[in-house]
């Protein structure tokens, strides 16, 4: 019978399969102590381990702050003796010069000259000013101010040159008593010193190294008598900081100001003339009757600015041939403007909102959209010759005379006006006239190109020349030249020349 096989089958089956599993428990019980021991011994070799390294970590933790407290010594040892040096220094320096300022010199100790006197305090601030830290070298330039030995414009005898002296780290901060009124501060180092909520009264900066200076909260403002001199004049004043100034009056020439922080500042009534101030902050700035001229502003930040006649232009009065502004990359978001004038200047790529035609005037600028608007109007006037020929006024005449003496100009009736109008001979009713016949005299006129020259310098622009003119008797004693020369001092090279028309 299958079904009497199978149980039988699973009887037998099953039998064995009990007593191995027995067999393995009971073999298991030894297995299981050994792992047990194994583990216990794995355990106890950890904590002895972490206590060995626990050891180790205290014994190097205490070793370390050995190393440490050695260390800190060693550092406080070397700052006393710094300290000590730094004191030495001043100490000598402030006795030296004290007496030299106040005390009757024995004879032999005299200075030849007052001069000399001077010259001898001036060398011995600068040899102790490079030798002293940020703390002495404060005390050093509060010493100086109280006996008034720093360059004043005031009282120009009695005062020595401190060029070359170093007063970098120094951090001043302002009492109403301080007084930095008319100090003459040329060729100093003050790189990464401050002076906080300073009043600069017709101060001079003048080829000084300023660089990450800070002047938070000051103030700078010319005298009544020297409006618009020249604060800060061939100064290093990179990624300087003026948050929250006020200026007033002054003017900026040939400093380096990239990187410089201007945000909340009011300014009023500046020029900043060939500066760079690339990457600049300007940011909640009030501007007011501010000339920029010839100013690199690229990648500087207006935004949320207030400003009121306002301008960037290149310089034209004295035909100085500086680089033309540059806007390109400037953010004038959020920003209040009036009175914009922007000549002569490159705005590529700025977010300037051109047109708001009321508030801002543009003319010869590339467009921050890279076109550029050039006034491509004739440049040579004619003087209206034919206009005003009748009239009895004396006509407003855009021709100089070369020579002095050689007679005014004067519209003169042309005798023989024929009706032909297109006649080659026709004259006109009227012509410019000037000086008398037997004089080499000419009749002038200069026409500057420089409110083209950020055109001129990229290389991109081209002028062409061509003019009629017409006049009596050229062929006999008449010339007609075009020059064009950099400037009007420079010797100009003859573009046309024509001796007889
Ligand atoms: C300054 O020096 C000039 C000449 O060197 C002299 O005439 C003048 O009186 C001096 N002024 C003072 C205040 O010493
Ligand atoms: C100005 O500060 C920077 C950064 O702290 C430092 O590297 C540099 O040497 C300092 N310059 C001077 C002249 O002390
Ligand atoms: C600027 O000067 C300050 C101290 O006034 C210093 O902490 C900072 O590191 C300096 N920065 C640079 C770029 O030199
Ligand atoms: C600045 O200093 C230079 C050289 O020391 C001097 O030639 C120049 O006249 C000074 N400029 C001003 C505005 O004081
Ligand atoms: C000021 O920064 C500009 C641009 O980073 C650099 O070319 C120039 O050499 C710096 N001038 C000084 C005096 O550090
Ligand atoms: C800006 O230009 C206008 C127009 O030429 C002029 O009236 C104004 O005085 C100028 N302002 C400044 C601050 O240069
Ligand atoms: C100018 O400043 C504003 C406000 O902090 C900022 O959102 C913007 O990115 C800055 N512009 C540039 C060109 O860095
Ligand atoms: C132009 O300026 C005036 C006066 O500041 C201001 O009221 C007006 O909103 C400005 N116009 C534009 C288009 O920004
Ligand atoms: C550039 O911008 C000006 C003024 O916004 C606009 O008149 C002109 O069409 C623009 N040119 C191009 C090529 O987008
Ligand atoms: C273009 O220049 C001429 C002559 O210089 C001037 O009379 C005219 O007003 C200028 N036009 C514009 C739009 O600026
Ligand atoms: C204006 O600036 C842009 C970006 O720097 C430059 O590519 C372009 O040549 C400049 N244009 C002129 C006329 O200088
Ligand atoms: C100037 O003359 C050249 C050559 O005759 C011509 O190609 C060019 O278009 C002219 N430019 C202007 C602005 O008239």
Redo the contacts with the bound molecule.
Sequence with gaps: MPGDTRSEDSRNICHPCILWIKLILSASIPLLITIFTVVTYIQQKDISEQNRQQDLQIASLTREKDIDLAKKQREEDQRLANELHYQNVFQNYIDDITNVLYKHQPNEAMFITEEKRLFYIGRKTIVASRQLNGDHRKQLLKFLLETQLVPNSKTPNITSSLNGADF??VHYSCFPDDDFANLEINGVYL??SSFRNCFFYSTKFNYSSMN?ISFIDSEFRADPNSKGYFLFSGVALNYSNFHNIAMYEVRIVDSKLFHSNFDYARLYDLEFVNTKLAYSNFQNTILRKIHFISTDLSCSNFSSTNMNNVNFTSNMDDMMFGSATSLVNSDFSRCHLANIRIENTNLTGSNLNIDHDENISLSQVVLPNGTWMINSSNLVEDGNGEINCLSSNKPYSVWENSFAGSGEIILALNNEITSDVTSVFNLGKCHFTSGQPQYNSAIVQTISFYKYSLFIDSGEAQFNVSAYFGGRNECKNGSIQIDAGLDEDSWPDHLLSNPCI
């Design positions: 970098s780290n790189i990464n990450n």
